[in-house]
Nanobody, 126 residues
Framework: QVQLVESGGGLVQAGGSLRLSCAASARPFSSSVMGWFRQAPGKEREFVGAISWGGGSSYYRDSVKGRFTISRDNAKNTVYLQMNSLKPEDTAVYYC???????????????????WGQGTQVTVSS
């Protein structure tokens, strides 16, 4: 069982920035995918973006392209979500997730991930 722990959430004004971190309890497999999701109250959990652990390729939902960047530090078993130009509609609980033993694509469905962090609240004021 892989444990994931998110940190870095908080309250920011619109236009501000935050960097979220997700630390894994064990070194991910080179074939693993690390994803970020978010969920606002009463709404479905939605895909934010993902990165392949081995190759570092990434993919994002349209609404965050150009504003959010996912990166990873292999030595620290940690993935980051850098969020710039934040908007009130970005307000949500943000979760990191991991999918192991997957190659060739970056899944965007929550059901496609095996392990989840506890979530960290991001609130963007207008």
């Amino acid at each position: 069982q892989v444990q994931l722990v998110e940190s870095g959430g908080g309250l920011v004004q619109a236009g501000g920035s935050l960097r979220l971190s997700c630390a894994a309890s064990a070194r991910p497999f080179s074939s693993s995918v690390m994803g970020w999701f978010r969920q606002a109250p009463g709404k479905e959990r939605e895909f934010v973006g993902a990165i392949s652990w081995g190759g570092g390729s990434s993919y994002y939902r349209d609404s965050v392209k150009g504003r959010f960047t996912i990166s990873r530090d292999n030595a620290k078993n940690t993935v980051y979500l850098q969020m710039n130009s934040l908007k009130p509609e970005d307000t949500a609980v943000y979760y990191c997730a991991a999918r192991t033993r997957l190659s060739g694509w970056l899944p965007s469905g929550s059901h496609e991930y095996d392990f989840w962090g506890q979530g960290t609240q991001v609130t963007v004021s207008s």
